[in-house]
């Protein structure tokens, strides 16, 4: 509740905005940093791009982990912006994977990414929801130890002469919650360190990876370790090691944690690729929205470089009138650095529809938690379901509170 406390009451707040031309502030409302796995050396970091880009509103978004919390409110504080506090579940949808059914992984039937917005600050969560985030953090790491130890004997079956050590990697590279994309790096900083000319880092590529060879340059590290992961860490790579039955949870308990925890469970839209396809359970907005109506998810948000601006514009403006709550992100999750300022696909600036509505939902999220936090009723009623009514003001409260920082 400290954070909270530089804040007026409500009432207050709603009355210092009344009738004024309110700015349109940037906002990404997703991003992840070193306590999962970031682009960013350090929230810091995250934060004085920010601050450089001109964005106001930025919300912290890691895989399974609140830790970085404390040092994002702080952070923000001292820089001016307004923090969002959310998550992210990787869940299991059991009767799509029965039915083949992809809804936001293009790779794997039944897997769905979820995301709360706007939890509790200071965290408090009780068992036995606590034990259950906990437990399914522990078994992620568990899962990353476990392709360690298969990259361990492709390493050997190459005669690579080194081996990774997940425990260096837990403590050097990674903050608690340990990821695939933190043994590719960990792979290409071992290589670099050990052949220091290009030829034999080529070459100790092209054996490890062999029957293909390295397509990246090594100048760029990002697409180094994104190809090294691809080849080696996925789904058919040599030292890919399948997600035992604890690996995720059902997509009700993680919507239950995220409610306990004082958030809105979002779900994350892939919406098209490149080629302009859509997943299995995405292609229909409307039935996506009433299979997410019922099972009580009232807010969802986009990856805004995945996409067109024509479907960021038809998606977002369908879902907002119907009711849900919309945000947009950039994710950072991947080694390779992008501007933290919005864009969509093709490095197109947001329109002014998209940026409107980014603002109305980050906006909303902040009076969410700010009155959560405060032992008040957010949007939220107690089973989850939004409270529309309260849509308008809890939307200028927010700008009231943006304004504030």
Request: aromatic share 10%.
């Amino acid at each position: 509740m400290s954070f909270y406390k530089q804040f007026a009451d409500p009432e207050v707040l709603l009355e210092s905005v009344q009738g004024q031309d309110l700015p349109v502030y940037p906002v990404n409302a997703h991003l992840h940093t070193p306590f999962s796995f970031s682009a960013f050396r350090s929230i810091a970091d995250a934060l004085d791009r920010a601050v450089a880009e001109g964005v106001k509103v930025v919300g912290i978004n890691d895989f399974y982990s609140t830790d970085g919390y404390e040092e994002w409110a702080a952070q923000c504080a001292v820089r001016h912006l307004f923090p969002l506090f959310n998550i992210e579940f990787i869940s299991l949808n059991q009767s799509f994977q029965d039915a083949g059914i992809r809804a936001n992984d293009p790779n794997n039937p039944g897997r769905v990414y979820l995301s709360g917005k706007g939890l509790r600050f200071p965290l408090r969560l009780e068992q036995p929801w606590l034990g259950q985030l906990e437990g399914v953090k522990a078994a992620s790491n568990q899962h990353v130890a476990q392709m360690c130890a298969r990259l361990n004997e492709v390493l050997a079956q190459t005669k690579a002469g080194f081996a990774l050590s997940y425990a260096d990697i837990e403590r050097e590279l990674a903050n608690g919650s340990v990821r695939e994309r933190h043994l590719a790096k960990a792979l290409r900083l071992e290589v670099e360190h050990r052949f220091t000319d290009a030829v034999g880092q080529k070459a100790f590529y092209d054996r490890l990876l062999a029957p293909h060879t390295l397509q990246s340059p090594l100048n760029d590290a990002a697409a180094v370790e994104n190809e090294l992961r691809g080849r080696l860490l996925k789904a058919g790579g040599s030292a890919f090691v399948p997600e035992g039955p604890d690996a995720f949870l059902a997509m009700e308990t993680v919507r239950q944690i995220i409610l306990k925890a004082g958030g809105m469970p979002t779900y994350p839209f892939l919406a098209d690729d490149a080629k302009g396809l859509f997943t299995d359970f995405e292609g229909d907005k409307e039935q996506a929205a009433r299979d997410l109506e019922e099972r009580g998810f009232a807010s969802v948000e986009f990856i805004t470089t995945r996409n067109s601006m024509e479907v960021l514009e038809e998606y977002a403006a369908y879902f907002y009138e119907r009711g849900f709550v919309v945000t947009f992100g950039s994710e950072h999750n991947t080694p390779a650095m992008e501007p933290i300022a919005l864009r969509a696909r093709g490095d197109l600036p947001l329109s002014p529809l998209l940026q409107e509505l980014n603002l109305k939902g980050a906006a909303l999220t902040a009076a969410h938690q700010y009155l959560v936090a405060r032992g008040e009723q957010g949007y939220l009623d107690g089973d989850g379901r939004p409270r529309t009514a309260e849509r308008a003001r809890m939307e200028l409260l927010g700008q009231a509170l943006f304004a504030q920082v």
